[in-house]
């Protein structure tokens, strides 16, 4: 009964692996496991995926993110400075690291300072996290590296990255000045005040060898990884040297990655490789596609969120551009559109469990908003 009952837990906890699994199991019944099927995944995102992921955890156990943002906190006097300093965070942070590791970093880190300041941080609370969920989402948009289905329709797009931050910019410069206009309007009665750093985590020293060598072995994986997303070096490299390097330096690094998220992934790659092979799927989902890819993406991503959404899509059609801008613009809206707004949402639950339901609401007006404001922009642009 205990297994069943962890069977059920982890299902619940992890439903977009799950639900991957299950597709992947069911469309094993139409085509018979072969081969072939390895041709379907993707091992290129994955190891690219695997490899980020050691170095973005590598920097949260070094506290790297955390000492940053209080030494730039230090230097906030008022509400709107602190609040266009938390979401930025966020915004900018994410195009490097994504958008889900940008919210476990400093949505705690915004909670405790915000907690800090008493009334005014009341009632900063909600709308300010519901912006740097925001922010997160629409700031990981302009780079490869920015969030997993960007690594992912980037790897298999014949794009440059110069293509890419191109086809994304005018919508992340968009994104920015309606951040800092909402930022405006939240903070209209701006209070002076004296804040003072505070930690949600203890503090690391990085001036020991072990830490300095730990920081050593994070910026060569990074860089690593820039290489490999232009194409400069082979992927097996990078995520040989992660696997390699993490072990020696921080080997407990290795249990913090994100397994389930690259067994989603597979799962999606299994089903969508067997659905492919289906005649009448495959020509149906074509012609439904055909045209409508930008359109179609954004709102499928707010039934199955914007990561599958991408890898599922992307086998019916040539047009890679249009789903990269559809699931990026899609990670707006409902609440699972992103996975990564999860993440802030169950902090809030967490720390504040009566302020729920005022968070999802402001949280879902919110996000319409700024979903249609970009659809517009998308129509207008693209």
Known sequence: ????????????????????????????????PNKTYADYIDFR??????????????????????????????????????????????????????????????????LTALSSLRNIGEKLIIPITVLQTIAANLGSMLTPIGNPQNLYLFGISNMTLGDFLKLMLPYTVVAAVMLLICISIVCRNTEQFN??????????????????????????????????????????????????????????????????????????????????????????????????????????SQIISNVPC??????????????IVGTNIGGLGTLIASMASLISYKQICRSYPKKKGRYFAFFTAANITFLAIMALTVKIAY
């Not at 299902?11 to 019944?29: C, P, Q």
């Open 1 to 32: 009964m205990n297994a069943i009952k962890k069977a059920f837990n982890f299902a619940k906890n992890e439903i977009v692996l799950t639900i991957s699994l299950v597709l992947a199991v069911i469309s094993a019944f139409f085509v018979t």
């Open 45 to 110: 995102t994955l190891g690219l995926l695997f490899s980020l992921m050691t170095v973005t955890e590598g920097c949260k156990k070094l506290g790297l993110f955390e000492r940053c943002a209080n030494a730039i906190l230090g230097k906030v006097h008022n509400t709107f400075q602190l609040s266009a300093v938390l979401v930025g965070l966020c915004f900018f942070s994410s195009m490097f690291i994504t958008n889900d590791v940008a919210l476990i970093t400093f949505v705690p880190l915004s």
């Open 195 to 300: 804040f003072e750093q505070t930690s949600s985590t203890e503090r690391v020293d990085t001036n020991t060898a072990k830490n300095k060598a730990g920081l050593l072995v994070c910026l060569l994986l990074f860089i690593l990884c820039l290489l490999t997303v232009a194409r400069l070096i082979p992927w097996q490299a990078t995520a040989l040297a992660a696997l390699l390097l993490t072990a020696i330096s921080h080997k407990e690094i290795l249990k913090k990655v994100d397994y389930p998220l690259l067994l989603t992934f597979c799962g999606f790659f299994i089903f969508i490789g067997n659905m492919g092979k289906l005649d009448f799927f495959r020509n149906a989902l074509k012609s439904i596609l055909e045209g409508h890819e930008l359109l179609i993406s954004a709102a499928a």
């Open 310 to 323: 991408a890898i599922l899509l992307s086998g019916f059609t040539d047009d890679l551009k249009a789903l």
